[in-house]
């Protein structure tokens, strides 16, 4: 544990951090990894990597939720989920950030926020349609542009309607 020591008050208190500067410092750390990947095609190198990292071999899956597991472990939230809508209920049990759910969504999506897409109908199941990506940048627009793992066969940057956005995740 770390404290501040006020020399002019003699008084010491716990050091919480600069919440400024340490919010979202993880998602940023997150896309960063995604940005020096992108370009990467399934089944090849870091996409192998993160199917080995997750299954013990390449399965040739869906693997947008490995992808974000990956990153997740990568920056000290150990979780392992292949399936978005088990991954969205972990971010909703957490108590790592908040989860803004369909109702709630904020007016403007952050650069590092993690977003949660229904393709059709209106609850998240195992078997919906779905996906889990990462805002590539600060958006009040319809459209979101993107950057995740199983996009177009690889680690691409996409752009997503808004309107099909079903959670956004931000950790803290």
């Known amino acids: ?8 008050t003699m008084s010491i208190s716990e050091y919480k951090g600069d919440t400024e ?9 997150m896309l960063e990894l995604l940005r020096t990947w992108t370009g990467a095609h399934e089944w090849d190198g870091i996409v192998s990597g993160i199917q080995k990292w997750y299954y013990g071999y390449v399965s040739k ?3 947008c939720a490995t992808t974000m597991s990956y990153l997740l472990t990568a920056v000290g939230i150990n979780v392992k989920r292949e399936n978005v809508a088990s991954l969205l209920d972990y971010a ?4 790592i950030g908040h989860v803004y759910e369909k109702s709630e969504i904020p007016k403007t999506i952050r650069e590092g926020d993690i977003l949660f897409f ?3 109908g209106g609850t998240m199941t195992a ?3 779905k996906h889990v990506t990462m805002c590539n940048m ?22 997503y309607a ?10 803290d």
């Open 92 to 95: 909703r049990t957490s108590n």
């Open 127 to 129: 078997k919906s349609s």
């Open 138 to 159: 600060d958006t009040c627009a319809g459209s979101i542009h993107c950057l995740g793992g199983n996009q177009s066969d690889g680690i691409t940057e996409q752009m």
């Open 61 to 63: 899956t869906s693997w």
């Open 162 to 171: 808004r309107n099909c956005l079903y959670a956004v995740w931000r950790i």
């Open 21 to 29: 500067t340490s919010t979202g410092a993880r998602q940023i750390k």
């Open 1 to 8: 544990m770390k404290y501040i020591i006020d020399t002019d």
């Open 118 to 120: 229904l393709w059709g």
